[in-house]
Structure formats: C-alpha cells, structure tokens
C-alpha cells in the first residue's frame, strides 16, 4: 500500500503562534494533494487543496507550501486559534494500477493554547 | 448539499455477532471506502470499491468483508465482532480525476462487549 507519512503526531502552539505539519508522498502520478481537518465526533472535511503545478496556496490564515521535487508538502496555521484545535490529516491522490487512489496520513492532533 | 450518511452514530455489539454498518452516498461517486480511526493510529484503510461489486483490499481487511451491490451503497461487515474491532469507523466518497474532494461521513462508533 502506498504511504503518505505525515509528522508531527501532536503539536501544542501558543495562541498567535504558527503551526506547521509536514507530510511526505511516494507515487509521482499524484495529482492531488487536500488537507482535511477534523473535529471531535466529526467526519473530516476538506480544508485546503492544492495541485502539483503550483507551489503555494493560501487561503486566509492556512497555506501549503508544496515541493514536487521533494515529494513533500505542508500545512501553515498562520495566527493560530484555540478554534483550529482539531486533527488535521494530509492526503495524496490520484491514478494508481488502473483506479483513482485517496491515500491519508496518519493524522496530527493539534491542540492551540489559549 | 452533498451527503455521505452513515446508518448508525453510535453502536453497541456483542462478541461473537455479524455487524453491518452501512454508508450511503447521493453524488454518483465511483470511488467509496471504509476506515477505521483508533487514537494514536490516525486513518486505517478497510477496504477500498471502485465500482459496483469491484473491491480492493486495504491495509487491514483482516475481520471485515464488504459489499457493494449499488453505486450509492457500500456495506462494511464485521463477520464476528471482536472486542479488538471496537473502533470508530468512517465512510468515504469521491468522483475520479480532477479536484476530486473526499466526502465523509459523520461516523459510527462502534463497541463490542
């Protein structure tokens, strides 16, 4: 099974603070790369997204920073809030031995300090 | 709005009985899958159907069996609940290619006694 691996497992921040989680990816082909995030008692939603032919992508306090050549990306809470206290979990998808692969992460609890 | 509905939040089972937890989808979606989330072991892939009645196994599909006899329906069964199986499962859709999102559904928390 094709990993997608993910660090750190928990992160505690200060309020104000900068989270980043980072994840890395093994299959070249793809050609999706969401972060979900998810809160207790809840299924995980889709937070952010990006693709391969770009590098960045910001939306309000969340960025991926993304690195093809690396086969890594990564997530940044800028001014993170007790409110962003969840699991965030990265994902890599895309074609795969005849179907469209969805591999997660292992997921990582992020608990913001008020 | 989108909705991937998962029969049950909340169940309690004995050792030893046939579970059925069922997901249901209303977008079309090809692809569903079936997870389990334990603390500590973030997401584990169950099982993995890319059409009806197609499956692929996940990382562990020991204990579970699953079926897939409409597009919108995707059955995980525990063939003989154990107390190891006690988990919270979640249920998975997404469409082939493009900016493909992964609709989940609320969860069944499972218990086995």
């Known amino acids: 099974q094709q990993q997608v691996k993910q660090s750190p497992q928990s992160l505690i921040v200060q309020k104000g603070g900068i989270s980043i989680i980072n994840c890395a990816y093994e299959?070249?082909?793809?050609?999706?790369f969401p972060w979900y995030q998810q809160f207790p008692g809840k299924g995980p939603a889709l937070l952010i997204a990006i693709r391969p032919d770009v590098s960045e992508k910001k939306e309000g306090r969340f960025t991926i920073s993304f690195n093809k050549s690396a086969k890594q990306f990564s997530l940044h809470i800028m001014d993170s809030q007790p409110g962003d206290s969840a699991t965030y979990f990265c994902a890599a998808s895309g074609p795969s031995s005849g179907t469209y692969k969805y591999i997660f992460g292992t997921g990582t609890r992020l608990k913001v300090l008020a | 709005d989108v909705k991937v509905t998962q029969s049950s939040r909340y169940l309690v089972k004995r050792t030893g009985e046939k579970v059925f937890l069922e997901c249901v989808q209303d977008m079309d979606h090809e692809n569903m899958f079936w997870y389990r989330q334990d603390p500590g072991l973030g997401l584990r892939l169950i099982y993995f159907?890319?059409?009806?009645?197609?499956?692929e196994k996940g990382d562990i599909p020991e204990g579970y069996s699953v079926s897939r006899e409409k597009k919108e329906r995707f059955s995980l069964i525990l063939e003989s609940a154990s107390t190891n199986q006690t988990s919270m499962y979640l249920c998975a859709s997404y469409t082939t290619g493009g900016n493909t999102e992964a609709f989940f559904g609320q969860g069944t928390r499972l218990t086995v006694v």
């Open positions: 299959n070249t082909a793809f050609d999706y």
């Open positions: 159907s890319y059409d009806v009645k197609m499956k």
